[in-house]
């Protein structure tokens, strides 16, 4: 079966360029995270969803950051005036549902802003 | 402040011996504890989890040991294989206001020698 998709798999921008990533779930998967990994660090927490319910942005690092899952499914993290700052890769991981069961998480996108 | 942390970069261990990754906490109320392992260019996937109410759990060779007074986990492998070489993450989950977070640690990078 299908795991979970991410694209564009790189993406270089010019800073102050506007980026959309895209995530494709595992199909039902209720839940829904985006992190951020700066390089030889772990996953931080960005946002998660439940569904079409944005329930937790406390992760985002600026108001420049703006995820949404409107339908419940794909999901788009975009990246207003983007700075090198906010250079990383972009991990998405779903999840089918309460109570606590594992995460999947998809390849990620890496964002280079020069 | 990082509430999740892996003290050991990298770790290089013969194939066939045990290989151990330790990872402290300092929240006592993380009620959930997972390892992820990591390939380049891949996202993190599931190894094996711990709920904060034990203190031990297995899955082949592998091993995570809870000590909640001391605020450690420790993952054993054994015997450690070459496909075993990768970045393994440490991360522990809360669950408020119905909302789930994850935090990671920073990992440590396991070599796996043949």
């Known amino acids: 079966g299908a795991g979970v998709s991410q694209s564009p798999r790189y993406k270089v921008a010019k800073r102050g360029q506007d980026v959309a990533l895209r995530c494709d779930p595992i199909?039902?998967?209720?839940?829904l995270f985006w992190y951020q990994q700066a390089l030889g660090q772990g996953p931080e927490f960005l946002t998660y969803f439940q569904n079409e319910a944005q329930l937790d942005k406390s992760g985002l690092p600026s108001d420049r950051f703006f995820a949404e899952r409107p339908e419940g499914s794909v999901s788009t993290l975009k990246i207003q005036r983007t700075q090198q700052e906010d250079s990383a890769v972009y991990l998405c991981?779903?999840?089918?549902?309460?109570?606590?069961?594992?995460?999947?998480f998809g390849p990620g996108t890496r964002l280079l802003v020069l | 402040d990082q509430q999740v942390k892996q003290n050991s970069p990298s770790l290089s261990v013969q194939e066939g011996r045990i290989s151990i990754l330790n990872c402290d906490y300092t929240?006592?109320?993380?009620?959930?504890f997972l390892w992820y392992k990591k390939y380049p260019a891949e996202g993190p996937t599931f190894l094996i989890s711990?709920?904060?109410?034990?203190d031990k759990n297995e899955d082949g060779r592998f091993t995570v040991f809870l000590n909640k007074s001391a605020k450690h986990l420790s993952l054993h492998i054994v015997p450690s294989q070459p496909g075993d070489s990768a970045v393994y993450f440490c991360?522990?989950?809360?669950?408020?206001?119905?909302?789930?977070?994850?935090?990671f640690g920073t990992g440590t990078r396991l070599k796996v020698l043949a």
């Open positions: 991981a779903s999840r089918p549902g309460p109570p606590q069961e594992t995460q999947y």
């Open positions: 991360a522990a989950e809360t669950y408020t206001s119905g909302t789930y977070k994850y935090i």
């Open positions: 711990i709920s904060s109410i034990k």
């Open positions: 929240n006592s109320m993380f009620d959930y």
């Open positions: 199909s039902g998967h209720v839940s």
